[in-house]
C-alpha cells in the first residue's frame, strides 16, 4: 500500500544514508554506481541485501541493522517498481582498488581521511576516519554544511580554508590549496549534470 510504514521509513533510510548521492532510486539520483531501479529485474532481495552488508569497493558502510536493511530494500524495490521516467543511464564500474598511491588532487590531499566515488577517475582515497564524500557537490549528497545548507564550491572552499570557521569542535585541520589544485579537485567530485536525474 502506498502509505505503509515499512515503505514510509525505508525512504526515510534512504534519504539518511544518501543512497542517491551515488545511485539511482524511483527515477532520482547521480549515476555514478548502479541503477537501483533495475535491481528488481536482476537480483532478488536476499541479494540486495547482502550487497548492502558488504559493501562493494568505495561504498560507506552505513552499519545498518537488520530492521533498516528490511525497511531499505523494500523502500529501493518499490521505487523501482514505481518509478516514472528513468532512464536507464551508464556508469563506471571498478572492480579492485588501484595499487601504490594515485597523483591526483583528491588522494593527495584528501585521500588518506575521506573516500570518494567518482564520475571519471572511480574510488579515489583510502580513508574512512572522514565521511565518504561521493556525491558532495551533487543535490543527493546530506545537506551537512551548517544548518542543513547544501553544500557547494563556495561552501567547500570556506570549509578548506578552516573547518573550524564552520563548526568550532571540527577535527579536520585546514588544507591549503592553491586555485588551481582547488579547481583540480572540483573537477573530481563534481557529478556530471547529465548523470543526475531529478
Given at each position: 500500500?502506498?502509505?505503509?510504514?515499512?515503505?514510509?521509513?525505508?525512504?526515510?533510510?534512504?534519504?539518511?544514508?544518501?543512497?542517491?548521492?551515488?545511485?539511482?532510486?524511483?527515477?532520482?539520483?547521480?549515476?555514478?554506481?548502479?541503477?537501483?531501479?533495475?535491481?528488481?529485474?536482476?537480483?532478488?532481495?536476499?541479494?540486495?541485501?547482502?550487497?548492502?552488508?558488504?559493501?562493494?569497493?568505495?561504498?560507506?558502510?552505513?552499519?545498518?541493522?537488520?530492521?533498516?536493511?528490511?525497511?531499505?530494500?523494500?523502500?529501493?524495490?518499490?521505487?523501482?517498481?514505481?518509478?516514472?521516467?528513468?532512464?536507464?543511464?551508464?556508469?563506471?564500474?571498478?572492480?579492485k582498488e588501484s595499487k601504490g598511491v594515485r597523483d591526483d588532487i583528491f588522494s593527495k590531499k584528501c585521500g588518506a581521511c575521506h573516500q570518494a566515488l567518482t564520475a571519471h577517475h572511480g574510488v579515489l582515497g583510502v580513508g574512512k576516519t572522514g565521511p565518504n564524500l561521493s556525491g558532495l557537490l551533487s543535490p543527493w549528497y546530506p545537506k551537512t554544511f551548517k544548518n542543513s545548507v547544501e553544500w557547494n564550491r563556495e561552501r567547500l572552499q570556506y570549509w578548506l580554508k578552516n573547518p573550524r570557521n564552520v563548526r568550532s569542535n571540527a577535527g579536520m585541520q585546514p588544507v591549503a590549496l592553491s586555485e588551481a589544485e582547488f579547481k583540480q579537485l572540483v573537477d573530481i567530485l563534481a557529478v556530471n549534470q547529465l548523470l543526475q536525474l531529478r
Open positions: 500500500m502506498p502509505d505503509d510504514a515499512v515503505l514510509r521509513d525505508g525512504q526515510l533510510v534512504l534519504e539518511q544514508f544518501a543512497c542517491r548521492r551515488c545511485h539511482v532510486s524511483a527515477g532520482k539520483g547521480n549515476s555514478l554506481a548502479a541503477n537501483l531501479d533495475s535491481l528488481l529485474k536482476e537480483r532478488s532481495p536476499e541479494e540486495i541485501v547482502d550487497a548492502i552488508l558488504n559493501p562493494a569497493l568505495g561504498m560507506p558502510d552505513f552499519k545498518v541493522n537488520k530492521q533498516q536493511v528490511v525497511i531499505l530494500v523494500n523502500a529501493i524495490l518499490d521505487g523501482a517498481k514505481n518509478k516514472r521516467g528513468n532512464q536507464d543511464s551508464r556508469y563506471i564500474v571498478h572492480f
